[in-house]
């Protein structure tokens, strides 16, 4: 069975600071993608980054990082230098190549403290 | 590239009505997927289109749910017989066939069933 676990119901970070979401996935397909979304309170969901299973290095998009440590299944999300802007849910998701659907973990609420 | 654009954003309805979504996809994209979220959730799988045809149905989905991709481009969530359990946020999203495939969403449809 597919499973994504996120841990953190909240977290809090100051303005400025870095910042990592933890997720854990479960998955016996060789083959899959790690995914992270960003919710803000008008609800529209928006990719931040991506990461492959067969990918050698860590994904990064701007501030956003994705730490990928396969053996221990976790794609935890860094965001380095946080905004106010950064205040809203975070998901992350995996697709399987066996599969057609995306499994999303539950979201971590993040509040950027001024 | 328009976004996902999805009708109506907020929808009131008694229960044992029916109600019907529409989802138009980005242009290009030829998968087009359904989810249901609740509040404090992550997205839940509905359904999956490639093209016109519905390739993958949640178990969960009650016979009540339809969807609907007639020629492959506009699709429609019809929901018979509402009840007050189905009040959920409907979200779309389409992607493109290949490299990550990453998900693009809609603002999502507010469904209340009074």
């Known amino acids: 069975a597919q499973k994504i676990t996120q841990t953190q119901p909240g977290m809090f970070v100051q303005e400025k600071e870095a910042v990592t979401l933890d997720c854990t996935y479960d998955?016996?397909?060789?083959?899959?993608?790690l995914f992270w979304y960003k919710q803000p309170s008008s609800g529209e969901m928006i990719f931040l980054i991506y990461q492959g299973s067969y990918d050698q290095q860590n994904a990064t998009e701007g501030r956003y990082s994705l730490n990928f440590q396969k053996a221990r299944k976790s794609a935890n999300l860094v965001i380095s230098a946080s905004q106010l802007g950064d205040s809203a849910m975070y998901f992350c998701?995996?697709?399987?190549?066996?599969?057609?659907?995306?499994?999303f973990g539950t979201g971590t609420s993040l509040t950027v403290i001024p | 590239d328009t976004g996902v654009s999805q009708n109506p954003r907020h929808k009131i309805t008694k229960r044992g009505q029916n109600v019907t979504f529409r989802c138009d996809p980005i242009s290009e994209h030829n998968r087009l997927y359904w989810y249901r979220q609740t509040l404090g959730q992550g997205p839940e799988f509905l359904t999956y289109?490639?093209?016109?045809?519905?390739?993958?149905k949640s178990r969960l989905l009650s016979d009540r749910f339809s969807a609907e991709r007639p020629k492959g481009s506009f699709s429609t969530l019809e929901i018979q017989r509402t009840e007050q359990g189905d009040s959920a946020m409907y979200l779309c999203a389409s992607s493109r066939r290949g490299g990550d495939e990453k998900l693009f969403f809609g603002s999502g449809t507010q469904l209340s069933v009074l």
């Open positions: 998955t016996s397909d060789p083959s899959y993608g």
């Open positions: 998701a995996m697709r399987t190549n066996t599969g057609n659907q995306f499994y």
């Open positions: 289109f490639q093209n016109e045809a519905q390739l993958e």
